[in-house]
């Protein structure tokens, strides 16, 4: 049999079983699963986080094992399993609900990458990391260097639906750096802005994709002396 290969992880998705849980996450209440699956995959995601075999990953939250539901959703490039959390969430306050949230998650993953030492070591890292801001933990977009600055965009998952975009940049003579709070927008429109991003010696400049909000997302530069 040849070996499968380890894949660079692309995504993780979650479904609720307990529709009294999933309505909890998606209404008026913080959607602690959503952030914090967020959060470990884009720390995942920089740190090149390798499956072996798969690159997709299906979380279930369930309150026990159900193999019919593993086995429907597990295909060649996409691993599916549960977390398990107690029916009495909905019970919880606030505080312990983000608590249980996160640990579950990683409770998960740290089972998932048992048997690999620096996976493992990877997620405790991560989770001890997150345990510092929790849900304010402030995540990287993207990066780009250039020969006198070192550009860094970065956001805030914890929003519902809106994202606080910031850029620092970084002088790196003098090593000053300059943060930003640029705009908030939709999560799903992020991308879009953000398609290209370069620095000129004058001005940062973003390109977004093609889009048919065109007149939203035009090309626009920023001056780095307005900028600092």
Not at 123 to 132: A, G
Not at 166 to 184: A, G, I, P, Q, S
Not at 188 to 210: E, V
Request: charged share 30%.
């Amino acid at each position: 049999m040849v070996p499968l290969k380890k894949k660079d992880i692309k995504e993780i998705h979650i479904t609720f079983e307990n529709n009294d849980i999933e309505i909890l996450n998606t209404d008026e209440s913080i959607n602690y699963f959503e952030i914090y699956l967020e959060i470990f995959l884009s720390k995942l995601k920089i740190n090149r986080f390798k499956c072996i075999g798969y690159d997709l990953i299906h979380i279930i939250i369930n309150e026990e094992y159900d193999y019919e539901i593993i086995n429907k959703n597990t295909s060649i490039e996409k691993f599916c399993s549960v977390a398990f959390i107690s029916n009495d969430y909905i019970n919880w306050d606030d505080i312990i609900r983000n608590k249980m949230s996160l640990d579950s998650i990683y409770n998960w993953l740290k089972d998932l990458v048992s048997r690999e030492e620096w996976n493992v070591n990877l997620i405790n890292e991560i989770y001890n990391e997150i345990q510092e801001k929790w849900i304010e933990t402030e995540l990287v977009f993207k990066e780009v260097d250039y020969k006198v600055f070192f550009l860094k965009v970065t956001y805030y998952p914890c929003a519902k639906d809106l994202y606080k975009i910031y850029f620092t940049l970084t002088d790196k003579k003098t090593n000053e750096e300059f943060k930003r709070e640029m705009n908030t927008w939709n999560k799903d429109f992020l991308n879009m802005w953000l398609k290209s991003i370069k620095i000129s010696p004058k001005n940062i400049q973003m390109r977004p994709g093609i889009s048919s909000y065109w007149d939203i997302t035009k090309p626009f530069d920023i001056n780095i002396k307005n900028f600092i």
